[in-house]
């Protein structure tokens, strides 16, 4: 049975926090949330030796997903997980990490676990992170052999400005690579001892390489995590959407690469609105409107005369009208018309006819 030794409390040094630089906190804010959703896909890769021979498998998701944390508030995040699993020199071994990520690129919970399995020694490693109040808690409980130690760390929130956790650095490498603007990038991380340390990122040009039978241009990426021990790079290359297309750990004889082209990420375009001109209409030109201009006309015609027909009062009316109208020239033909006509309305009050058209009274 393995033996456990009680767990170690550690408060990191606050003389030895180093800086991100200003390159890099203005890098994590202008990141954008349209930016990031062209982030969101999956990827595959295999894992081969410098012979060739495939030893396992690597796969990357980001995922939009929603992060309940103190006091029930529920935020929108992302979800990155990533896994490697396969044998180096016939040992099993793998590593997995399980993350969410805010969209300001902050941490909020993240589970690291790597393990190798070999038959004189086995090692497993497991790194549990999340953000208690204005901290982060990081324990650690590293088996090895029969042997197992825990340690606790913790860090205020604002000790953690500019910090990239191997979760959020899977995400922030497929932004760069999409921008392609690398310049005095060093962000904050934390070493295999929980120690916060720089990490930095150089670029390493362009070069082409066949993937299937697609010739395509990669653009390469250095990261570089300055531990107190001994300085870890990754050399990186990425499709132009982010797809990763190589991976290796500088000094590794193991190389994670990318065997078929992948579907590449990239943004909507919006339909241009069409734009109509106003042309200036005389449909006595346009044959099809003429015509239906005269159907219309003598439809309109022959309702009217019909109409007529049927009322043949309405001739006798509008003769009294305009005999009593020549006869009076008002001034107000309006007027005078609505004292004409009203007496013909149902509503028309009783009372008397035509005052206007009565004109004035002689006294008796």
Known sequence: MASSSPPILKSPEPTKIPSPSAEAL????????????????????????????????FTVSVKPAHYEQEGNVDEKCFLVHASSHGTVDNAPCGTSIVAYISPQMETLEQHHHEYIKMKEHSLDKKIHMK?????????????????????????????LTGFVSEASNLLLMRLLARRRDIENLDFLTFDDEAKLCISSYQPLGTRHQVIGK?????????????????????????????????????????????????????????????????????????????????????????????????HPEMKVLLGDFMQFLLLRKPEDIIAFAADFFGPFSPAQERGDTFPVLRGPQSKS
């Open 214 to 310: 697609t010739m395509v241009e990669a653009y390469g990426i250095e990261r570089t995590t300055h531990s107190e021990d001994i300085p870890i790079t990754w050399q990186c290359y990425f499709l132009p959407d982010g797809h990763l297309v190589s991976r290796v750990q500088v000094g590794s004889p193991v190389t994670i690469k990318i065997t078929q082209m992948p579907i590449l990420s990239e943004p909507e375009e919006e339909d241009p609105k069409p734009v109509f001109e106003k042309k200036a209409l005389n449909f006595e030109e346009d044959v099809q409107l003429y015509s239906e201009y005269q159907d219309r006309k003598e439809e309109l015609i022959s309702d009217h005369e019909t109409y007529l027909r049927r």
């Open 26 to 57: 203005e890098f994590m804010s202008s990141v954008g949330p349209e930016e990031l959703d062209l982030c969101l896909f999956t990827e595959l890769l295999q894992t081969v030796s410098d012979s060739g021979k495939e030893l396992g498998s």
């Open 131 to 159: 953000r208690k109040g204005d901290k982060m808690v990081i324990n650690r409980v590293i088996t090895e052999g029969q042997q197992v130690q825990q340690e606790t760390t913790s860090y205020d929130l604002t000790s």
